[in-house]
């Protein structure tokens, strides 16, 4: 399984961004996505997560305090996908960015750790300036 993160770059303050999070060999069926993002000397930190069914339930979204109202998490299941949209970034939003992958549907994505996340992506920098 084979999760590729794109769209990081460089933008200035206010500006926006759309991460890609790309799955192979995963069954989508049922699965948890997760957005982390690690700053600079900062411990990794959950951001957004979603959750969908085999029978098209889809679980609560869920974000993390520092990007509610900012980002907003998506899934299209067609094209085995999450997205980040990201706007109104700040530079304090500066960090490398993951998406992690667990094969499960979990209602409340929030409250999935680190650890139970079996997939992750190599990360994609987002960089904020002011």
């Not at 699965?31 to 889809?58: L, M, N």
């Not at 999450?82 to 490398?96: G, R």
Request: net charge negative; hydrophobic share 30%.
């Amino acid at each position: 399984v084979q999760l590729v993160e794109s769209g990081g770059g460089l933008v200035q303050a206010g500006g926006s961004l759309r991460l890609s999070c790309a799955t192979s060999d995963l069954t989508f069926d049922d699965h948890t996505i997760h957005w982390f993002r690690q700053a600079p000397g900062k411990e990794r930190e959950g951001i957004a997560c979603i959750s969908s069914s085999s029978d098209g339930s889809d679980g609560h979204t869920h974000y993390g305090d520092s990007v509610k109202g900012r980002f907003t998490i998506s899934n299209d299941n067609a094209l085995n996908t999450v997205y980040l949209q990201m706007n109104s970034l700040k530079p304090e939003d500066t960090a490398v960015y993951y998406c992690a992958a667990a094969n499960v549907f979990t209602y409340f994505c929030g409250s999935r750790l680190e650890y139970e996340y079996d997939y992750w992506g190599q990360g994609t920098q987002v960089t904020v300036s002011s």
